[in-house]
C-alpha cells in the first residue's frame, strides 16, 4: 500500500509543527499539506522547516479546498470553529479525519457525528495512548467501588489553556461515569466555592489548576473511608499526543465511515 498522505491542520503551531515531524519519521505515511488561517504569516512557509527538520517541498496554504482532493486524511488540534468545517470538508471528500480538539458544544458533537456517516472520523479528547488506556482501567475501578468511594478528577495544563476541564478531564470523568452507569451531565460538579454544604454522594467532581508550562497532569482520585485509590497520567512532551494521532489515522485508513474514539484504536470497546 502506498504511504497515506497526510495533512495538518493547524501546521504552523507547536502541535503542528510536531505532527509535521511526526508524520514525516514515521513509516507508512507522508506530509501531503498544512493548513493556517488566511492572513497568517506562515502561508507559504516550508513545513519542514518549521518543523526543525529541513526542507520538505510542502507548504502550508490558507485554502482547504484544492487540499482535500490529494489528501487521505487530515489531523487536526485547532479549535471548534475551524475544526467543524474542517470536518464538513472530510464528509464530502469521503477521507479520514483525526480531531485532537477539544471543547466542543454539544451541538459541535453532533455535527461532527454527521458528518461521520461520510468521513472516517477519530475523535478524543487526548490522543495518548497512556491516557486512553488509563481510561479503560478507571472505567473497571469505577464500576468495582460502590458510592462510598468519591470521584475526583484533578487536572493541571499550561497558563494558555482556554477550555475547562479539560478534554482529557472530561475524557476520564466519562469513563468513570460508564463504569457507575451514570450520566456524566448529571452527575459532574465542575464548580465549587463559598458555602457548598457537604458532598453529594455519588457525584464526580473537577477541579482545574492552570499555570506555568504544564503540558497536561490528570489524576483521578477514589476515597473511600480510610482509604484512597488514585490512578494518573503526566504528559512529558506534546509527541505523546502526535503519535498516537498518527496511529489513529493510519488505523482509520481503509475503515468505513463513522465516528471512532482513541479505545477503537486500541481495542478497548468490547
Not at 487536526?76 to 485532537?100: E, K, M, Y
Not at 478507571?138 to 468519591?150: N, P
Not at 498518527?246 to 482513541?262: D, I, T
Request: aromatic fraction near 4%.
Amino acid at each position: 500500500m502506498t504511504a497515506m498522505r497526510i495533512a495538518i491542520a493547524g501546521a504552523g503551531g507547536r502541535m503542528g509543527r510536531t505532527l509535521t515531524r511526526l508524520v514525516h519519521e514515521m513509516d507508512g505515511c507522508e506530509v501531503a499539506g498544512g493548513l493556517e488561517a488566511p492572513g497568517s504569516s506562515l502561508i507559504g512557509a516550508d513545513m519542514g522547516q518549521l518543523a526543525g527538520i529541513g526542507e520538505i517541498g510542502v507548504t502550508i496554504q490558507d485554502d482547504p479546498l484544492p487540499l482535500f482532493t490529494r489528501i487521505d486524511g487530515i489531523i487536526d488540534f485547532t479549535t471548534p470553529a475551524a475544526s467543524l468545517p474542517l470536518a464538513d470538508l472530510a464528509a464530502q471528500a469521503r477521507i479520514v479525519d483525526v480531531i485532537g480538539t477539544t471543547g466542543f458544544s454539544p451541538e459541535d458533537d453532533k455535527r461532527i457525528a454527521a458528518a461521520a456517516r461520510h468521513a472516517t472520523i477519530v475523535k478524543s479528547g487526548n490522543m495518548s495512548l497512556g491516557v486512553n488506556l488509563l481510561a479503560a482501567m478507571i472505567r473497571k475501578v469505577a464500576a468495582a467501588l460502590d458510592e462510598s468511594f468519591d470521584i475526583e478528577v484533578v487536572e493541571m495544563h499550561h497558563r494558555n489553556k482556554v477550555d475547562a476541564p479539560s478534554g482529557t478531564a472530561l475524557l476520564l470523568g466519562q469513563a468513570a461515569a460508564e463504569g457507575r452507569k451514570v450520566g456524566l451531565s448529571e452527575a459532574s460538579v465542575r464548580v465549587r466555592d463559598g458555602h457548598t454544604g457537604p458532598r453529594q454522594r455519588g457525584t464526580i467532581g473537577f477541579a482545574t489548576l492552570r499555570g506555568g508550562s504544564v503540558i497536561g497532569d490528570h489524576t483521578v482520585i477514589f476515597a473511600g473511608d480510610g482509604e484512597r485509590v488514585e490512578l494518573g497520567h503526566r504528559a512529558e512532551g506534546r509527541d505523546v499526543f502526535g503519535r498516537g494521532a498518527v496511529k489513529a489515522a493510519l488505523w482509520a485508513r481503509g475503515r468505513k465511515p463513522g465516528l471512532y474514539s482513541m479505545a477503537d484504536v486500541l481495542g478497548l470497546t468490547d
